[in-house]
């Protein structure tokens, strides 16, 4: 099958379907590292339980936006 075609055939799916595709091709192209993962499942941990503990205050994103629009605009 010509790439064309199997991209014309790919188009025609739902949008659930498309966006699974394409995350598995992603998937292949930047293969995970097991460590770089763990490392992250880790920090994702310590800061929800940072959160859920109350030792971290979380910012709203309109105020994160705000503040970096502030910044890039100086």
Sequence with gaps: ???????????????????????????????????????????VEERVEEYEEGRVDLIPVPEVFKSLRDITEK
Excluded at 15 to 40: C, F, K, Y
């Design 1 to 43: 099958m010509k790439t064309k075609d199997l991209i014309a055939e790919i188009s025609d799916l739902p949008v659930e379907q498309r966006a699974r595709i394409a995350d598995l091709i992603l998937q292949t192209l930047n293969v995970p590292d097991p460590d770089i993962e763990s490392a992250w499942i880790q920090e």
